[in-house]
């Protein structure tokens, strides 16, 4: 069965350092994402991405974040200067239009601890 | 705006109960979809129901059902026969439909704990 891929499944870096995320979508999906949980709390949308470009974004994702789709199959996220609070698990999910809604299948998500 | 509350930080149930998770939103979209998600101690995250805000009957799927009343703005997920494996986080979510690209917004979560 297809599923959403993420590299790396942990990443330690330094505060002020940049780090790049990699997802894998499902092939044949349209609809691309990024979500962040900060350990014990809820899942936070960041970005959705469609058609080669952001659609929506939140409060959350400011200048610090872009993502881009660089190939055609991988979709990243940049964080360019982590800060201490961007420490996180942060999750990839890509979906497809089914009926009236996008049913998104989530990655394993990668651990990112900025120290 | 967009809101799931889940009041439940965490609930108990015996091994081959039903539990119900509770969840209520609120938004002023008159199309909408709500979703369940299950987090188990590993961390990914697994779909496990989905209920439009137009569909006429509470979505069912396998021993997962969405109790949806409409007009307490409540979409509470039964598990019937509990098993150990549904010890997990369960996460309430609710997105826009139509020209909506589906971003979902969460509530704070359940831990569900079965009991042997």
């Known amino acids: 069965e297809p599923e959403v891929t993420q590299t790396p499944s942990h990443q330690v870096t330094q505060m002020g350092q940049e780090v790049i995320l990699r997802c894998v979508p499902i092939s044949n999906h349209l609809y691309f994402y990024w979500y962040r949980q900060i350990l014990g709390q809820k899942v936070e949308f960041l970005v959705s991405?469609?058609?080669?470009?952001?659609?929506?974004k939140s409060e959350i994702f400011d200048d610090q974040f872009s993502v881009e789709r660089p190939d055609g199959s991988n979709f990243t996220l940049k964080i360019r200067s982590t800060k201490l609070e961007d420490s996180a698990m942060y999750f990839c999910?890509?979906?497809?239009?089914?009926?009236?809604?996008?049913?998104?299948?989530f990655g394993p998500g990668t651990r990112l601890t900025v120290l | 705006a967009q809101k799931i509350t889940q009041t439940q930080p965490g609930m108990f149930v015996q091994e081959k109960e039903a539990v119900t998770l509770d969840c209520t939103y609120d938004?002023?979209?008159?199309?909408?979809?709500l979703f369940w998600y299950k987090q188990p101690s590993s961390g990914e995250m697994i779909f496990l129901i989905y209920q439009g805000s137009y569909d006429q009957q509470n979505a069912t799927e396998g021993r997962y059902s969405l109790n949806f009343q409409k007009a307490r703005k409540s979409a509470n997920l039964v598990i019937s026969a509990s098993q150990l494996g549904d010890s997990a986080m369960y996460f309430c979510?609710?997105?826009?439909?139509?020209?909506?690209?589906?971003?979902?917004?969460f509530g704070k979560g359940t831990k569900l704990s079965v009991k042997p």
């Open positions: 979510a609710m997105s826009g439909v139509g020209g909506s690209q589906g971003n979902l917004i």
């Open positions: 999910a890509s979906a497809l239009r089914r009926g009236g809604y996008n049913e998104q299948f």
């Open positions: 938004t002023s979209d008159p199309s909408y979809g």
């Open positions: 991405f469609y058609n080669n470009e952001i659609s929506e």
